[in-house]
């Protein structure tokens, strides 16, 4: 699985989650979605602000990347306030 912006979508890429909408939060795609044009045309409109898309390279879990994620904000919070 890997993080990206809405920009580097193609068309062919397969979500590792699913899309929310930013207002109501409900489900627009699902996870396992294989894009294509119109979608990702769509999904640029929506300007979400994770995108994760289902790779071999990257193959981990998304608690656990979302765990490291957390742990280097809250270390770089420690370091802004602790100097």
């Known amino acids: 699985m890997?993080?990206?912006?809405?920009?580097e979508l193609?068309?062919?890429?397969k979500l590792a989650l699913p899309i929310r909408c930013p207002?109501?939060?409900?489900?627009?795609?699902?996870?396992?979605?294989?894009?294509?044009?119109g979608q990702i045309e769509r999904i640029k409109?929506?300007?979400?602000k994770?995108?994760?898309?289902?790779?071999?390279?990257?193959?981990y879990h998304p608690a656990k990347?979302?765990?490291?994620?957390?742990v280097e904000a809250l270390d770089k919070v420690y370091s802004d306030f602790f100097g």
């Open 50 to 59: 994770e995108i994760f898309i289902s790779t071999s390279k990257y193959s």
């Open 23 to 37: 207002m109501s939060y409900k489900i627009l795609l699902n996870a396992g979605t294989v894009l294509t044009a």
């Open 2 to 7: 890997k993080r990206i912006e809405a920009e």
């Open 65 to 70: 990347m979302l765990f490291f994620e957390a």
């Open 45 to 48: 409109n929506l300007s979400p």
């Open 10 to 13: 193609r068309p062919g890429m």
